[in-house]
């Protein structure tokens, strides 16, 4: 089993940066890939970005430029730094990590919003 405890949400004015935290507890060995996704009120939740164990990064176009995925391995935490935040990136931010086995562990949840 895996735990995750996201931090770092919150209030900001648009333009302004935010970074969110994930720190991964328990079975951290069996994880592969972490990263987010995220759910606006009214709207489906969607990819935001995802980091590998090497290290490989992809990234949702409309984040692209503007937030970057990092990993700490000793840590078993990834951050979420998010830059030139927009009112439309207000949203629940969700971690998430894919085990080797297949399996896909979610936290929490943390608020972000970005006010016009």
């Known amino acids: 089993q895996v735990q995750l405890v996201e931090s770092g949400g919150g209030l900001v004015q648009a333009g302004g940066s935010l970074r969110l935290s994930c720190a991964a507890s328990?079975?951290?060995?069996?994880?592969?890939?972490m990263g987010w996704h995220r759910q606006a009120p009214g709207k489906q939740r969607e990819f935001v970005a995802v980091i590998t164990s090497s290290g490989s990064t992809t990234y949702a176009d409309s984040v692209k430029g503007r937030f970057t995925i990092s990993r700490d391995n000793a840590k078993n935490t990834v951050y979420l730094q998010m830059d030139s935040l927009k009112p439309e990136d207000t949203a629940v931010y969700t971690c998430y990590a894919a085990g080797y086995s297949g399996r896909a562990y979610w936290g929490q949840g943390t608020q972000v919003t970005a006010s016009s």
């Open positions: 328990g079975s951290a060995f069996s994880i592969s890939a």
